[in-house]
C-alpha cells in the first residue's frame, strides 16, 4: 500500500480537510478515491489527492 495525501479546501483557500489515505497504486486511488470523497461530501468542494511522490492523481477546482 502506498500513502497518498488529500486535501479539501473553501474558496477562500482556507484548508477543510487534509488526511493520509492508502491505496496500491495510482490508477487505485483515482478510482478509490473519487469514491471516499463522494462520500465525505466533498466532491463539490476544492480539493486535491498526491501520491508520495507530489504527483498530482485528482484535482477539482
Given at each position: 500500500?502506498?500513502?497518498?495525501?488529500?486535501?479539501?479546501?473553501?474558496?477562500?483557500?482556507?484548508l477543510?480537510?487534509?488526511?493520509?489515505?492508502?491505496?496500491?497504486?495510482?490508477?487505485?486511488?483515482?478510482?478509490?478515491?473519487?469514491?471516499?470523497?463522494?462520500?465525505?461530501?466533498?466532491?463539490?468542494?476544492?480539493?486535491?489527492?498526491?501520491?508520495?511522490?507530489?504527483?498530482?492523481?485528482?484535482?477539482?477546482?
Amino acid at each position: 500500500m502506498k500513502a497518498y495525501k488529500f486535501t479539501a479546501f473553501e474558496p477562500t483557500g482556507e484548508l477543510i480537510l487534509e488526511e493520509t489515505w492508502e491505496f496500491e497504486n495510482d490508477d487505485d486511488a483515482k478510482k478509490k478515491g473519487e469514491a471516499v470523497i463522494e462520500e465525505k461530501g466533498f466532491s463539490e468542494k476544492t480539493h486535491r489527492l498526491v501520491n508520495s511522490s507530489g504527483k498530482l492523481v485528482l484535482f477539482h477546482v
